[in-house]
């Protein structure tokens, strides 16, 4: 098994841009997530899933949109990339049952 | 509201010595408990969990942590530490359905 893959590992984007932000997992995991990472500040909930055609808000939601199609996808969009959403980007997902999260490597963006 | 306190930014430690990591939390009902490690330019990994029972969980790398109720911690503990052990430390606390809170996290660093 892969686990979570994320794609791109890093992205330079100018305001006003636009991007998808990919995250697959092949581990059958019921529950996805997105969070930023920020240093001082640990790992903030973006958005989440419990399963797909489900999603909900996390604690920072504004600027990103996401969707569920699939068990297996889980893409974070940024609609209009502004320099606050410069940071590093993980995707988890995890079963309902297990509690623990596993969570890809990363994207590094920068807005410019 | 649900929260994760760590309350030292970086935590050092010589070779051979016991290390601590603390954590405390603050959630509603009855708490789920993870810690995760970082290393550079990498993503989470799980280290141990607390769902219920024995108030002293063990997990990976001869890590291990201890649950107290009524003080609300939830501690990371290793008796003796390892120069590779040097990384980035997270505590984090499940709530709702599919919500991780994370504390801002410590930088273990431990000296030759």
Known sequence: ?112 | AQSVAQPEDQVNVAEGNPLTVKCTYSVSGNPYLFWYVQYPNRGLQFLLKYITGDNLVKGSYGFEAEFNKSQTSFHLKKPSALVSDSALYFCAVLYGSNRLAFGKGNQVVVIP
């Open chain 1, 1 to 112: 098994n892969a686990g979570v893959t994320q794609t791109p590992k890093f992205q330079v984007l100018k305001t006003g841009q636009s991007m998808t932000l990919q995250c697959a997992q092949d581990m059958n995991h019921e529950y996805m997530s997105w969070y930023r990472q920020d240093p001082g500040m640990g790992l903030r909930l973006i958005h989440y899933s419990v399963g797909a055609g489900i999603t909900d808000q996390g604690e920072v939601p504004n600027g990103y949109n996401v969707s569920r199609s699939t068990t297996e996808d889980f893409p974070l969009r940024l609609l209009s990339a502004a320099p606050s959403q410069t940071s590093v980007y993980f995707c988890a997902s995890r079963t309902s049952s297990g509690k623990e999260a596993f969570f890809g490597q990363g994207t590094r963006l920068t807005v410019v």
